[in-house]
């Protein structure tokens, strides 16, 4: 049955004045929308500016025949995928590197003694190396004079025009420039898709994994790509001693993002990609801290 929604609502202006309607009836596509949704919609639909409280009043859902295209709060959002790992207390990234930890500092309990009754608050505490979970490379991990990432704009790794290149771990490990041809790569972010990310935390994912060929970061270097990401182990073969990926695309301000995840959700073109670290110079100094989600409830 379909479902539309009868209600009230109040909007009111920050430099003045009210709008108030009673009795509205909208088409929606669930069962249910929230008071913030359906405010929402109603003010991107009446194109409204300087709206501050709303009020939803006497909402009610039934069931009623669509009038026109029923509102999708999803299809109305921008859809934001993450492609990072989650970062849990002990979780290893590389072999040999310690893991990370994550516990409270301050614990609700411990903080009881210093508010009073009812109020209560958590600190957290995050030790780890940088090469921990989903990262971003710049140019000073590979070169002592290369910026590091206090020096790197926002602009080099935010809202960049992305593009997806699918090559399945199931038909080769080396990603070659023929693998990069034919695709409209120039000014963007390059995102690898092998699908070697369902292997990620076990043994499996460390050894023999997927890679850019020396060749194929040439290729990128000369078509002018921002930045290229990769949802596997190293961006390089790790087989051996050298990293000539880095080496190429570092040395030509090209960022790097190594153990991605997710990349399957992403369509192939028309989207854009955000790696937005903390801007700290001190952590800078030690190539990037990745600190988008902390798993805390891991610790216990």
Known sequence: ??????????????????????????????????????ADYIIADLRLLMVGQTRILNKVIIDEPHKRKPIDVKGDRNLLIDLS???????????????PIICDYL??????????????????????????????????HRFPDGHDLAEVGLEAFTDLEGIVIRVPHTETLAVTPAHLQQHEIRNRAVLIHTGWDAHWNTDLYYTNHPYVTAEAADYLRDCGVKLVGIDSHNI?????????VHTTLLGNNILIVEHLCNLSALPDESF???????????????????TRRFDQRSTG
């Open 1 to 38: 049955m379909q479902k539309r929604v009868k209600f009230d609502f109040e909007l009111y202006f920050t430099n003045g004045g009210s709008l108030k309607g009673e009795d509205f009836r909208l088409d929606i596509a669930g069962d249910d929308i929230s008071d913030r949704e359906l």
């Open 85 to 99: 790992h989650t970062i849990e207390d002990g979780l290893i990234t590389y072999k040999g590197l310690p893991a």
């Open 107 to 140: 614990s609700r309990e411990n903080s009881r003694q210093f508010y009073e009754a009812g109020t209560e608050f958590q600190i957290g505490k995050i030790e780890m190396v940088t090469n921990t979970g989903t990262y971003l490379d710049c140019p000073f």
């Open 236 to 244: 390089d073969d790790t087989r051996g001693k050298s990293r000539p």
């Open 272 to 290: 854009t990609f955000s790696a937005i670290p903390q801007n700290s110079k001190a952590w800078a100094r030690f190539r990037y801290v990745p």
